[in-house]
């Protein structure tokens, strides 16, 4: 594919001023990289530490390929279409590649973002999505928090994932992404997005009454909530993550609700591990879709923070929650 690096580079540099941010010198690293990829014909891998501006340097420059044969995909959101294909294709043969094919389309260029995999059953499904895309030639790029042979970390199902991790070190070059700052952890602009929700004590006004309580129903399955309103999703942390929900029900939510407001959040070690995951995952989802979240908390995000840390799997959600606005460190009474 044709792509002149230096006016890529000027191209994003531009929209990173608008923005109110430089480049910095591993970004524009990153940016030449991507294109003498592209040039080649070839994929590549992109990871490093949370907030180093991997998800924004790829996005900048999947809008600036010239071609529109190309695909963005999030890694929660994929899946979701991905089950959904193949539901609808279940009593056909091949169902999964077919299934690929539909996410996919005619794309000549693939971008995915968020490239994890915490599960074993992921695991087989983004094998198989990798045989299919360098079967086809495509030019993949994929940006991650973990090296390709760190993904699936959890030693009782690392190899579960070898496969795909050789198929990735075999069809895409790496580049490590690991400036010296977090940009999530600086100043932000809490105009919109989930970066404009709110860390707090205290339980935002009108509280719900009883009455308000409800059921919201995702493909067949009803889910009981704190109250629905307008565009505003209210529900506990034990609805959200203690009892058998999933980013089924997350993606729904935040794409019929662009705000939310979650109470009673505990501190992240007095929970189970699913819990735990169930909440990284819902972070995952509505930090990724934009949605503008209040959590509700007698914990200061700090010590939230500082405990969820103990976890290895949960620094992507650690650093994300660093751009919330944060009330007073006043307990609630």
């Avoid at 990153?30 to 014909?41: F, G, K, Q, S």
């Avoid at 609805?239 to 729904?252: D, F, G, K, R, V």
């Amino acid at each position: 594919m044709r792509v002149t690096s230096s006016r890529v580079l000027a191209t994003i540099e531009a929209k990173a001023a608008s923005a109110g941010f430089a480049l910095d010198d591993t970004q524009r690293e990153l940016i030449a990289e991507l294109a003498r990829v592209t040039r080649a014909d070839g994929s590549l891998f992109i990871h490093g530490p949370a907030g180093r501006g991997k998800s924004w340097i790829a996005n900048a420059y999947f809008d600036a390929l010239p071609t529109p044969r190309k695909t963005r995909v999030h890694f929660h959101g994929f899946l979701d279409a991905l089950h959904r294909s193949i539901h609808r294709r279940r009593d056909e043969q091949d169902a999964v590649e077919r299934a690929i094919d539909d996410v996919v389309g005619d794309s000549r260029v693939l971008f995915f973002d968020e490239f994890h995999v915490h599960d074993s059953g992921d695991a087989r499904l983004l094998t198989r999505l990798l045989e299919h895309v360098f079967r086809q030639d495509l030019i993949v790029f994929a940006t991650s928090n973990y090296a390709p042979e760190d993904l699936l970390p959890n030693p009782v199902w690392h190899h579960m994932f070898e496969p795909g991790i050789a198929l990735i070190t075999e069809n895409m070059q790496t580049f490590e992404l690991a400036g010296p700052t977090d940009y999530r952890a600086t100043p932000q602009d809490h105009s919109s997005g989930f970066a404009a929700g709110t860390w707090t004590h205290t339980v935002p006004e009108p509280a719900p009454a009883e009455d308000e309580a409800t059921f919201s129903p995702v493909r067949g399955r009803e889910f009981p909530v704190l109250a629905i309103r307008e565009d505003e999703l209210w529900i506990s942390f034990h609805q959200l993550c203690e009892t058998p929900t999933s980013t089924i029900e997350y993606l729904e939510w935040a794409r019929i609700h662009p705000r939310w407001v979650v109470t009673d959040v505990p501190a992240f070690d007095v929970v189970d591990r699913e819990a735990q995951q169930r909440f990284i995952n819902a972070v995952d989802v509505i930090a990724d879709l934009g949605v503008a979240t209040t959590f509700v908390s007698t914990h200061t995000l700090p010590e939230f923070l500082a405990a969820a840390t103990a976890r290895p799997d949960a620094f992507r959600m650690v650093s994300r929650m660093q751009l919330l606005r944060q009330t007073a460190d006043r307990r609630m009474a």
